[in-house]
């Protein structure tokens, strides 16, 4: 009998947003527009941001790269208990004014429901931070699925 090797599972989704990476870079990154495709409330203090979504989805997580126009990426430090061995970020490459988003989702313990919810629930949310960089538009917090 061998000895199993632990593994983990990891999320990825690409996408174009017609805007430069500046402006991608901040809709990822600061607070005051993370509001607007993702969390409910959000802070930062200390490289810790707090992402509210309810009373119940409280969380927290640490920065551990932010390149200004290139990379975001966060571990996260106190959410679900499936959340908090993962880490998500955005890699961006700018082309011609528009700007090549490369996310991912790293280190679930396992291929579970949740991981699978929280796949499909990050290309909802991708659309939602496109169509708020490109044309402004902000989905309330309520129909964000």
């Excluded at 969390?39 to 551990?64: A, H, L, R």
Aim: charged share 25%; net charge negative.
């Amino acid at each position: 009998m061998t000895a199993s090797k632990s593994s983990s599972y990891n999320i990825y989704h690409d996408l174009v947003i017609e805007s430069p990476a500046e402006n991608v870079f901040n809709a990822i990154s600061e607070p005051q527009e993370l509001i607007h495709w993702w969390p409910q409330k959000c802070t930062v203090e200390d490289e810790i941001y707090n992402f509210y979504f309810t009373d119940e989805y409280n969380w927290y997580g640490k920065i551990i790269e932010s390149i200004p126009g290139k990379s975001f990426h966060i571990k996260m430090t106190k959410s679900d208990p499936d959340w908090d061995s993962t880490s998500f970020g955005f890699d961006l490459e700018e082309d011609n004014h528009k700007t090549i988003v490369h996310f991912s989702h790293t280190g679930w313990p396992a291929c579970n429901q949740h991981f699978k919810i929280a796949s499909y629930c990050w290309a909802i949310l991708l659309k939602g931070l496109k169509d708020y960089v490109e044309k402004g538009i902000i989905i309330p917090f309520e129909e964000r699925n």
